[in-house]
């Protein structure tokens, strides 16, 4: 079948003059590898280049390599320093450590890698992590791009310098006049004012308008992200008022769908996702957010109603602090901002994520980039980051999530769900607690000796160690995870005492520990009256070693079998959360190894807990539990009521510098408050809790520089595919100038004094003229702008990943117009008829085929998307059955099936997949196309378009047949699955192939 789609593809492309693989956009080059022969020379980096650097390598180098190879500290093991780019490049004293572009032949990877025995750095088993390793491999890989261009002693790279603090984007918004033309009547709006005063400047002139069935198809893929319907274009060609067009923008903005599409591009800022991408997620962390969905929701919902921008920064930051939230819970939602992002184990790189994502998403600042160093260009010291740091440092995370909004009609068949996997959660609990206690107590003094053993960490203890393990067959469990440790501790402080005398005056020296332990402490704190107790008759000439002390506790932990039992039924039937009747000294010596729990007690927050706690191979409590399941329960569930992934403040502390970004290595502690660079010298600390809503009031405030032109350069890239400043996210000293800065500063002045609208700046800029152009070129032009940055025509765009994928479900006339709710899985059948941007985004494992299609990368900030061409795109639309889909859909709507001839026939799919009628060559090449198809095949003439035959409907069901679901005990790592049919699969007829040949062609992905 491919190679019949393949033939087909090229029949209609050789035959309409369509050559799918050279689209007519270039793919970005790839920086080339730093050379070692130019190693003094200032690098050449992109801004995303030295990110990567600034973000992900120093500081792994900071942390983990410094301390052995730092000119600055004066270490340099094996001749290496690794804390100057000079240093790097020159390698040790056995050269080169990597091969720029090279990672296989690099000796770094090999080392961080213990791919070699005897090269294991760093040493003595500190393995870095797999996502370090990763991150060196890939650095190496785009060729070791390192911005730091000075040795150490020599004068630093800094932004905190007075050329740095008077770059544009930190001076205040102007509100310019707006400038004097000469064509006059070309321009209509401010807007075009703007633009035609730069082209005649240059002695350049704009372009036409666009015709009709272009601008409209520029307009509703702009605001909806959807094709125009042939009922929409048939209306808008004939309204021949001087209004049709704002018409048609004030319904577009009107749409339920603009949210759809415009709250996406929030979400990449936000970066957006449906789980926490840390892969060894811990038994109190779920690895799928059973709720990021609502905070989509929030968003599509704000932009549909043209929530003031400044209110929307606010609530994302803030909504728990804000008045009448209360009596509006939903608004809580708007806290995913600061949840939805990626987790690490240690919390400070989480912090870390937090403000990288809200610099880069509502101020384009890099601010992350002063974790462990003030920043090299721009102005912003480490103290500043600091100060960010400690107002995430106050913000917690309840663990009770609340419900916004009334419950679903399957609420009661939800509760009945979750109820039964709870309490097989309590059961699983009470099982392993009463399981491993009974093992424990029936051989306490093997275990205990064996645990001691394997304190001492020598041969000889090793070796008894592993013949107890044999001898007794031990359960692991028990043996690796036994906790003695502490001296101090109520049960085994005595043990642990008679464990220091040494093996030749054990006897000796054993009445000193019993006398202290007669005295009811050790180490001024209690011991357990019942391990007292056991130790009153003892007499010191009865004990010899460490043997004769165990067998003591053996025998009094066997004794309290039967209370033990008893205790712990009593837990499992509990339905108050105390248990009465129960010496709480006995109880301490029943809760060891593991502690029994009231059942009202053991809720899943609180298993998570305790399950972290009990003594298991890899403390994974998804190994035995049932969290994933639960979680799915309510990612999935018709009836699982929506919650909001809310913030909230914990106690207030300010952070103290982080030296080099060493949490242990600490400096001066300051205060919350906002960036000197935009709040000035004498900024104030923030004094309202963590400090999140004083932060929120100062992004979203008309006085800061950064934040409505930020949005403003948004909103003109996602219009004429570019920005005036290119670099969506960073709008800092390395970034361009802007192509217009007396435009961007008027439209956000106006931006701001119109009450932060986004929609009333879609609508200036749509019924500008320089909006409306055609995308028709100019050689003469081309030449003197080659890049369009003076905009003289208007910019073909390519169609982003939803908006191909929806277009095509709308063409099927499947395409599901319901707004918000949990998420579905895009790529896999049986295949969601709901709206991209309802996806189910998995963070750790972003599906291929979205990949390929440029899909955000949701593991930071990302308000600008790559464009690439790959082979991949091409034969996702020859050989998916989603494609197959499309064609066979398409001539299966009425427009085609009322069609009388092979013109209409032609014309039909021209109306639904293009939004406009096929030039007289194009209705020839379908013909030559259809009778060379029947010619070579007659019997493709009447090939059946109708219902499946018997054979074909079973096949279907074979298809179609419910497939088991993965168990949550995988982790919950799985996509969620969807129920429907599975794509038809029988051979396509002529008209059916020639639908999906078109889908081949460049006409289908771009838009001009």
Same mark, same amino acid.
């Given at each position: 079948m491919n190679n019949r789609f393949l033939a087909t593809a090229a029949i209609i492309a050789a035959a309409c003059g369509i050559n799918w693989a050279a689209a007519p956009v270039t793919p970005t080059k790839a920086p080339e590898a730093p050379a070692l022969a130019v190693a003094a020379a200032a690098p050449q980096l992109t801004t995303e280049q030295t990110q990567f650097f600034e973000g992900k390598i120093r500081p792994l180098l900071t942390a983990n390599c410094y301390k052995c190879h730092s000119a600055e500290q004066g270490k340099a093991k094996g001749g290496l320093t690794l804390d100057t780019r000079e240093g790097l490049l020159k390698g040790g004293d056995n050269g080169s450590i990597f091969v720029p572009g090279d990672p296989a032949k690099s000796k770094l990877i090999t080392a961080v890698s213990y791919a070699d025995a005897d090269l294991q750095m760093p040493p003595k088993g500190e393995k870095l992590g797999e996502k370090e390793i990763a991150d060196l491999t890939a650095w190496v890989k785009m060729g070791a791009p390192d911005p730091r261009i000075t040795s150490a002693g020599g004068p630093k790279l800094t932004g905190l310098t007075d050329k740095a603090r008077a770059h544009w984007a930190y001076q205040p918004v102007k509100n310019p006049e707006v400038p004097a033309v000469q064509n006059k009547a070309w321009a209509r709006t401010p807007v075009d004012a703007f633009v035609l005063a730069k082209l005649e400047e240059s002695g350049m002139k704009p372009s036409p308008q666009a015709n009709k069935e272009a601008l409209l198809r520029r307009a509703t893929f702009d605001l909806i992200g959807l094709a125009p319907t042939p009922e929409e274009l048939r209306a808008?060609?004939?309204?021949?008022?001087?209004?049709?067009?704002?018409?048609?923008?004030?319904?577009?903005?009107?749409s339920p769908h603009y949210g759809e599409r415009w709250g996406r591009y929030w979400l990449d800022s936000a970066r957006y996702s449906d789980t926490s991408g840390n892969e060894k997620n811990n038994s109190k962390e779920d690895y799928r957010y059973a709720h990021a969905w609502t905070y989509r929701d929030?968003?599509?919902?704000?932009?549909?109603?043209?929530?003031?921008?400044?209110?929307?920064?606010?609530?994302?930051?803030?909504?728990?602090?804000?008045?009448?939230?209360?009596?509006?819970?939903?608004?809580?939602?708007?806290?995913?901002?600061?949840?939805v992002g990626k987790r690490f184990p240690n919390p400070?790189?989480?912090?870390?994520?937090?403000?990288?994502?809200?610099?880069?998403s509502t101020m384009a600042l890099t601010v992350a980039c002063a974790r462990c160093h003030d920043h090299k260009f721009d102005p912003i010291p480490t103290a500043d980051y600091y100060s960010l740091h400690g107002i995430f440092a106050s913000t917690v995370e309840p663990a009770d999530k609340p419900m916004i909004g009334q419950p679903p009609a399957a609420y009661s068949d939800f509760l009945q769900k979750l109820t039964q996997l709870e309490q097989k959660n309590r059961d699983i609990y009470c099982n392993y607690v009463e399981t491993k206690s009974a093992e424990f107590r029936a051989k306490a003094s093997t275990y205990l000796l064996t645990s001691l053993y394997y304190r001492k960490n020598n041969t000889e203890a090793i070796k008894k160690r592993n013949e107890l393990i044999a001898s007794s067959k031990l359960d692991r469990d028990l043996?690796?995870?036994?906790?003695?440790?502490?001296?101090?501790?109520?049960?085994?402080?005595?043990?642990?005492?008679?464990?220091?005398?040494?093996?030749?005056?054990?006897?000796?020296?054993?009445?000193?520990?019993?006398?202290?332990?007669?005295?009811?402490?050790?180490?001024?704190?209690?011991?357990?009256?019942?391990?007292?107790?056991?130790f009153k008759d003892v007499s010191p000439d009865s004990l010899h070693s460490m043997q004769d002390v165990a067998e003591i506790y053996g025998k009094l932990f066997a004794s309290i079998e039967p209370k033990a039992r008893e205790y712990q039924r009593a837990c499992r039937t509990a339905t108050t959360e105390k248990i009465e009747g129960f010496d709480p000294n006995l109880v301490e010596l029943i809760n060891c190894p593991a502690e029994a729990i009231p059942a009202p007690l053991l809720d899943s927050e609180r298993l998570k807990t305790a399950a972290a706690l009990l003594p298991q191979q890899n403390n994974n409590a998804y190994q035995r539990f049932l969290f994933a399941d639960i979680n799915e329960l309510q990612l999935t569930h018709p009836g699982a009521p929506a919650?909001?992934?809310?913030?909230?403040?914990?106690?207030?502390?300010?952070?103290?510098i982080f030296i080099r970004g060493e949490a242990q290595n600490r400096g001066p502690i300051v205060p919350h408050r906002f960036l000197e660079i935009l709040a000035g010298p004498n900024r104030q600390p923030f004094k309202g809790g963590s400090g999140r809503l004083d932060l929120a009031n100062a992004i979203a405030s008309k006085d800061n520089p950064?934040?409505?032109?930020?949005?403003?350069?948004?909103?003109?890239?996602?219009h004429f595919g570019e920005g005036f400043v290119r670099t969506a996210d960073d709008m800092g000293v390395q970034s361009e100038p802007?192509?217009?800065?007396?435009?961007?500063?008027?439209?956000?002045?106006?931006?701001?004094?119109?009450?932060?609208?986004?929609?009333?700046?879609?609508?200036?800029?749509?019924?500008?003229?320089?909006?409306?152009?055609?995308?028709?070129?100019?050689?003469? !032009?081309?030449?003197?702008? #080659?890049?369009?940055?003076?905009?003289? @025509?208007?910019?073909?765009? $390519?169609?982003? +990943?939803? &908006?191909?994928?929806?277009?095509?479900?709308?063409?099927?006339?499947?395409?599901?117009?319901?707004?918000?709710?949990?998420?579905?899985?895009?790529?896999?059948?049986?295949?969601?008829?709901?709206?991209?941007?309802?996806?189910?985004?998995?963070?750790?494992?972003?599906?291929?085929?979205?990949?390929?299609?440029?899909?955000?990368?949701?593991?930071?900030?990302?308000?600008?998307?790559?464009?690439?061409?790959?082979?991949?795109?091409?034969? !996702?639309?020859?050989?998916? #059955?989603?494609?197959?889909?499309?064609? @066979?859909?398409?001539?299966? $709507?009425?427009? +085609?099936? &009322?069609?009388?001839?092979?013109?209409?026939?032609?014309?039909?799919?021209?109306?639904?997949l293009f939004q406009r009628a096929p030039r007289p060559e194009e209705v020839r090449y379908a013909a030559e196309f259809y009778n060379a198809k029947v010619t070579a095949n007659p019997q493709l003439a009447s090939a059946r378009t109708g219902p499946a035959t018997p054979a074909e409907k079973q096949m279907q069901r074979k298809l179609n047949k419910p497939q088991p679901k993965p168990q949550g005990k995988r982790g919950g790592k799985q996509t969620i699955q969807n129920e429907g049919e599975f794509v038809e699969r029988r051979p396509l007829t002529v008209w059916e192939e020639y639908a999906q040949a078109l889908l081949f062609t460049n006409e289908i992905a771009y838009v001009n």
């Amino acid at each position: 079948m491919n190679n019949r789609f393949l033939a087909t593809a090229a029949i209609i492309a050789a035959a309409c003059g369509i050559n799918w693989a050279a689209a007519p956009v270039t793919p970005t080059k790839a920086p080339e590898a730093p050379a070692l022969a130019v190693a003094a020379a200032a690098p050449q980096l992109t801004t995303e280049q030295t990110q990567f650097f600034e973000g992900k390598i120093r500081p792994l180098l900071t942390a983990n390599c410094y301390k052995c190879h730092s000119a600055e500290q004066g270490k340099a093991k094996g001749g290496l320093t690794l804390d100057t780019r000079e240093g790097l490049l020159k390698g040790g004293d056995n050269g080169s450590i990597f091969v720029p572009g090279d990672p296989a032949k690099s000796k770094l990877i090999t080392a961080v890698s213990y791919a070699d025995a005897d090269l294991q750095m760093p040493p003595k088993g500190e393995k870095l992590g797999e996502k370090e390793i990763a991150d060196l491999t890939a650095w190496v890989k785009m060729g070791a791009p390192d911005p730091r261009i000075t040795s150490a002693g020599g004068p630093k790279l800094t932004g905190l310098t007075d050329k740095a603090r008077a770059h544009w984007a930190y001076q205040p918004v102007k509100n310019p006049e707006v400038p004097a033309v000469q064509n006059k009547a070309w321009a209509r709006t401010p807007v075009d004012a703007f633009v035609l005063a730069k082209l005649e400047e240059s002695g350049m002139k704009p372009s036409p308008q666009a015709n009709k069935e272009a601008l409209l198809r520029r307009a509703t893929f702009d605001l909806i992200g959807l094709a125009p319907t042939p009922e929409e274009l048939r209306a808008f060609v004939q309204d021949l008022s001087p209004t049709a067009f704002e018409k048609v923008i004030d319904r577009l903005l009107a749409s339920p769908h603009y949210g759809e599409r415009w709250g996406r591009y929030w979400l990449d800022s936000a970066r957006y996702s449906d789980t926490s991408g840390n892969e060894k997620n811990n038994s109190k962390e779920d690895y799928r957010y059973a709720h990021a969905w609502t905070y989509r929701d929030y968003v599509i919902q704000s932009f549909n109603q043209d929530k003031p921008y400044d209110q929307f920064l606010k609530e994302q930051i803030a909504a728990d602090q804000l008045p009448g939230v209360d009596k509006d819970p939903a608004r809580l939602a708007a806290l995913g901002f600061m949840t939805v992002g990626k987790r690490f184990p240690n919390p400070n790189d989480t912090i870390d994520e937090r403000i990288d994502a809200l610099g880069k998403s509502t101020m384009a600042l890099t601010v992350a980039c002063a974790r462990c160093h003030d920043h090299k260009f721009d102005p912003i010291p480490t103290a500043d980051y600091y100060s960010l740091h400690g107002i995430f440092a106050s913000t917690v995370e309840p663990a009770d999530k609340p419900m916004i909004g009334q419950p679903p009609a399957a609420y009661s068949d939800f509760l009945q769900k979750l109820t039964q996997l709870e309490q097989k959660n309590r059961d699983i609990y009470c099982n392993y607690v009463e399981t491993k206690s009974a093992e424990f107590r029936a051989k306490a003094s093997t275990y205990l000796l064996t645990s001691l053993y394997y304190r001492k960490n020598n041969t000889e203890a090793i070796k008894k160690r592993n013949e107890l393990i044999a001898s007794s067959k031990l359960d692991r469990d028990l043996y690796q995870n036994l906790r003695i440790v502490r001296k101090e501790d109520n049960l085994f402080g005595p043990l642990m005492r008679f464990n220091e005398l040494p093996d030749g005056k054990f006897a000796e020296q054993a009445k000193s520990v019993l006398d202290q332990i007669a005295t009811g402490k050790i180490i001024r704190r209690p011991i357990n009256p019942l391990v007292v107790a056991a130790f009153k008759d003892v007499s010191p000439d009865s004990l010899h070693s460490m043997q004769d002390v165990a067998e003591i506790y053996g025998k009094l932990f066997a004794s309290i079998e039967p209370k033990a039992r008893e205790y712990q039924r009593a837990c499992r039937t509990a339905t108050t959360e105390k248990i009465e009747g129960f010496d709480p000294n006995l109880v301490e010596l029943i809760n060891c190894p593991a502690e029994a729990i009231p059942a009202p007690l053991l809720d899943s927050e609180r298993l998570k807990t305790a399950a972290a706690l009990l003594p298991q191979q890899n403390n994974n409590a998804y190994q035995r539990f049932l969290f994933a399941d639960i979680n799915e329960l309510q990612l999935t569930h018709p009836g699982a009521p929506a919650r909001a992934m809310v913030v909230t403040d914990g106690p207030s502390r300010n952070s103290p510098i982080f030296i080099r970004g060493e949490a242990q290595n600490r400096g001066p502690i300051v205060p919350h408050r906002f960036l000197e660079i935009l709040a000035g010298p004498n900024r104030q600390p923030f004094k309202g809790g963590s400090g999140r809503l004083d932060l929120a009031n100062a992004i979203a405030s008309k006085d800061n520089p950064l934040t409505a032109r930020v949005m403003i350069n948004r909103i003109w890239m996602h219009h004429f595919g570019e920005g005036f400043v290119r670099t969506a996210d960073d709008m800092g000293v390395q970034s361009e100038p802007p192509s217009h800065p007396e435009l961007i500063d008027y439209l956000a002045s106006r931006f701001m004094n119109e009450g932060w609208s986004i929609k009333k700046i879609h609508k200036l800029i749509m019924l500008s003229a320089a909006y409306q152009q055609s995308s028709d070129t100019n050689p003469a !032009f081309a030449l003197k702008d #080659p890049g369009n940055r003076l905009l003289w @025509r208007a910019n073909l765009r $390519r169609l982003d +990943f939803e &908006a191909i994928r929806d277009t095509m479900l709308q063409f099927t006339g499947k395409l599901d117009p319901a707004i918000g709710g949990k998420p579905v899985n895009l790529t896999d059948e049986p295949y969601s008829n709901r709206r991209s941007v309802y996806g189910y985004i998995d963070r750790g494992n972003v599906p291929e085929l979205m990949q390929q299609f440029d899909f955000a990368d949701p593991d930071m900030a990302n308000s600008k998307r790559t464009t690439t061409i790959v082979p991949q795109q091409a034969l !996702f639309f020859m050989n998916s #059955p989603m494609s197959v889909d499309v064609a @066979r859909k398409v001539t299966s $709507r009425p427009e +085609f099936l &009322a069609a009388t001839d092979d013109a209409g026939r032609v014309r039909a799919i021209y109306q639904v997949l293009f939004q406009r009628a096929p030039r007289p060559e194009e209705v020839r090449y379908a013909a030559e196309f259809y009778n060379a198809k029947v010619t070579a095949n007659p019997q493709l003439a009447s090939a059946r378009t109708g219902p499946a035959t018997p054979a074909e409907k079973q096949m279907q069901r074979k298809l179609n047949k419910p497939q088991p679901k993965p168990q949550g005990k995988r982790g919950g790592k799985q996509t969620i699955q969807n129920e429907g049919e599975f794509v038809e699969r029988r051979p396509l007829t002529v008209w059916e192939e020639y639908a999906q040949a078109l889908l081949f062609t460049n006409e289908i992905a771009y838009v001009n």
